[in-house]
């Protein structure tokens, strides 16, 4: 196994790895693309010979976005200005559980030595599905924020693999944070 920059050639794989984790259509082909041509975000996917079976998106944020996207004031005297932001991590049902997650945190954290890195995890039904890796690499819980993509969910704007039929979204994001060592 291997890890490499995102490819063009890789764009219609992951976007399908995330339709299957995330709901069809919460990330698109755009969103892929865009993480392989901009300076600001870096794409990364694990191999197994020419297979991709894993990946991961990073991109560099100031913390006044985070604010907006999060509609948190409380966060501007707690980060510093500029932060990397582990915005996606997904990982093929065939491979969970095999520390393909932990490989590409690592690489991460390697290539963002001296940045803060937060994260958005999804906490689907009461649970954080990256908790337990996060955690060992250091990330410490800042906040969880309910019915974070409740109205994208209600609008339909993407397929969320959580609601049921007639029922309100029930997602949260709980934000984590990693200082500089």
């Keep these: 196994m291997r890890i490499e920059k995102l490819l063009p050639i890789d764009v219609l794989t992951v976007n399908l790895l995330a ?39 990073v991109y560099k944020a100031k913390r006044e976005d985070l ?3 999060l509609k948190d004031d ?7 200005e ?6 996606t991590i997904v990982v093929s049902d065939a491979y969970r559980r095999k520390g393909l997650a932990s490989l590409l945190i690592k690489k991460v954290i390697e290539d963002n030595i001296d940045a803060t890195i937060y994260l958005n995890a999804w906490k689907q039904n009461g649970f954080v599905n990256l ?3 996060i955690n060992k690499f ?4 800042y906040k969880e924020y309910l019915d974070i993509w409740k109205l994208e969910c209600e609008l339909n704007q993407f397929v969320c693999p959580s609601k049921k039929e007639g029922e309100n979204c ?3 994001s709980v934000l984590y944070y990693r200082s500089p060592k």
């Design 19 to 57: 339709d299957k984790v995330f709901g069809k259509g919460y990330l698109t082909k755009s969103y892929f693309l865009n993480a392989i041509e901009s300076r600001n975000f870096q794409g990364y996917v694990l191999r197994e010979n020419t297979k991709v079976i894993a990946f991961c998106i």
């Design 67 to 69: 604010i907006v996207k």
């Design 74 to 80: 409380s966060l501007d005297n707690y980060f510093s």
């Design 82 to 87: 500029q932060l990397i932001c582990l915005d």
């Design 131 to 133: 908790a337990s890796v």
């Design 138 to 141: 250091g990330f410490r819980l």
């Design 170 to 172: 029930c997602c949260s």
